[in-house]
């Protein structure tokens, strides 16, 4: 079993930069590989990033390549999720989810945080 918690959102003005965090518990964390979702108000879950077990291949939604970088500490059970130059549009409840491989499709991925609230003003 793993358990996920994010933190980090909050109200951010357009171009400004936001750190969110997954914190898991579990020893087999670091064999999953982490992904964060987002969903705005009216719309489906939509892929942002994922990242490997190792922290290697990260990818990226094109919606936000360039702007977001997702990375890992193992050693801390805690993924990131830095997000820079934000627009109003990546407003949103953003949520971290483990799996056993990479995948952009929410419904392979096995465990999923409770999610936290950004929210960007224009």
């Known amino acids: 079993q793993v358990q996920l918690v994010e933190s980090g959102g909050g109200l951010v003005q357009a171009g400004g930069s936001l750190r969110l965090s997954c914190s898991a518990s579990?020893?087999?964390?670091?064999?999953?590989?982490v992904g964060w979702f987002r969903r705005a108000p009216g719309k489906d879950r939509e892929f942002v990033a994922a990242?490997?077990?190792?922290?290697?291949?990260?990818f990226y939604a094109d919606s936000v390549k360039g702007r977001f970088i997702i990375s890992r500490d193992n050693a801390k059970n805690t993924v990131y999720l830095q997000m820079n130059s934000l627009k109003p549009e990546d407003t949103a409840v953003y949520y971290c989810?483990?799996?056993?491989?990479?995948?952009?499709?929410?419904?392979?991925?096995?465990?999923w945080g409770q999610g936290t609230q950004v929210t960007v003003s224009s």
């Open positions: 579990g020893r087999t964390f670091s064999t999953y590989a």
């Open positions: 990242i490997s077990w190792s922290g290697g291949d990260p």
């Open positions: 989810a483990a799996a056993t491989d990479l995948y952009s499709d929410y419904a392979m991925y096995d465990y």
